[in-house]
């Protein structure tokens, strides 16, 4: 298969729990001690038992993670000898999640992710444009929503990708801009907010309407993102309402990915003397946009998909617009 030889696999990966630990405690025997005294310590607290018991359990929680360790680290060897394409000018790079803000994709790279669905959100939004073979590594303990292809399979799907025969998904991007020219691009939310615990302070305008408002920050949903971390503002909607007795609505929102509106939802809306309540949540229609100026004398910030190391200033004077992006994410369905 002739192909152009400025193509190649980008396999993004992301550190496994165990990696982490090693890296924390610089020795796998360290993060062994580290993690089992510590979850000896929860049993008794929890459950006083015997030391051999207490023991056997706390051990068993770190052989599960050296044993999730292990089976992302073997699906990702697999994968990585079947993209090794005989006759393909296609070679393989391997980069970091962390890096991700970096790195600079070609126009013509497929990409492959291997993780859990959190990492087909990190990498679409730098991946703009390129088909995406999300690979799900462990899918007995990984659901996959966002991960249809097992590492068995992944390597037809990026050949059908480079040879531009893949069918792809495109999914519906949330993008902020401010005044100053930044912009940050979204696969599942936007957060606007506090980076602490106490309120953020800010003027929302939506559709010509405009007030005062005191919350826990904003979260603004994409169709791919109408069942995360939205769904959990509804999920508590719910109880409330169920905690006083009356009868629950069916509090959900579910979009599709490539649905071109998205989602707004105030989080934990305050009314005081010189804050109100009355646009707490909303769909934005394609072409609309929300405006949010900050209130914040320090720690205002706007993030995407819960990565809050990327992230915009927003303090004080700050004028945010959200709008659906013109650019879309495309995921390898087949």
């Known amino acids: ?56 359990m706390a051990a068993a929680v770190y052989d599960e ?28 790079q391997m980069v970091d999640r962390d890096f991700l803000p970096n790195f600079v994709f070609g126009r013509h790279d ?16 730098y991946a703009l444009g390129l088909p995406i073979v999300a690979v799900n590594p462990d899918p007995q303990r990984i659901d996959g929503v ?32 401010l005044d100053d020219g930044q912009r940050l691009l979204a696969f599942n939310d936007l957060f606007v907010g506090c980076r602490t615990h106490v309120s ?17 920050g904003m979260i603004v949903a994409t169709g791919a993102g109408s069942t995360g971390w939205l769904s959990s ?13 009356r009868p629950p609505e069916k509090l959900e929102v579910r979009m599709a990915w490539d649905d071109p509106r998205l989602c707004f939802v105030v989080r934990e809306p305050f009314v005081s003397k010189s804050s109100r309540a009355t ?11 929300i405006m949010v100026e900050s209130d914040m004398a320090s720690n205002g ?7 809050e190391s990327d992230f915009l200033e927003f303090n004080t004077g700050a004028i945010a617009r959200i709008r659906a992006s013109a650019e879309k994410a495309r995921l390898v369905v087949g």
């Open 146 to 177: 966002l991960l249809p292809f097992l590492p068995d399979r992944a390597a037809a799907a990026v050949r059908a990708a480079l040879a531009g025969k893949s069918k792809v998904r495109e999914v519906t991007l949330a993008e902020v801009t």
């Open 233 to 245: 503002v509804f999920n508590m909607a719910k109880g409330a309402v169920a905690m006083l007795a």
């Open 200 to 216: 953020a302070r800010y003027r929302l305008t939506v559709a010509g309407r405009s007030e005062p408002q005191s919350s826990s």
């Open 279 to 289: 646009i707490i949540a909303g769909f934005l229609e394609s072409g609309r946009e």
């Open 1 to 56: 298969m002739g192909l152009r030889a400025d193509r190649k696999i980008v396999i993004v990966t992301r550190p496994t729990q165990m990696v982490e630990l090693r890296r924390k405690f610089s020795t796998g025997g360290q993060a062994k001690f580290r993690m089992v005294s510590a979850r000896k310590r929860a049993l008794m607290r929890a459950a006083p038992q015997k030391a051999e018991v207490l023991e056997a």
């Open 301 to 307: 910030t706007i993030f995407s998909d819960g990565i």
């Open 110 to 125: 497929v990409v492959v992710t291997v993780g859990q669905d959190g990492l087909v959100a990190n990498t679409a939004k």
């Open 65 to 92: 993670v050296e044993s999730a360790s292990q089976k992302y680290d073997d699906s990702l060897q697999r994968l990585r000898n079947d993209l090794d394409f005989e006759g393909v000018d296609a070679p393989v």
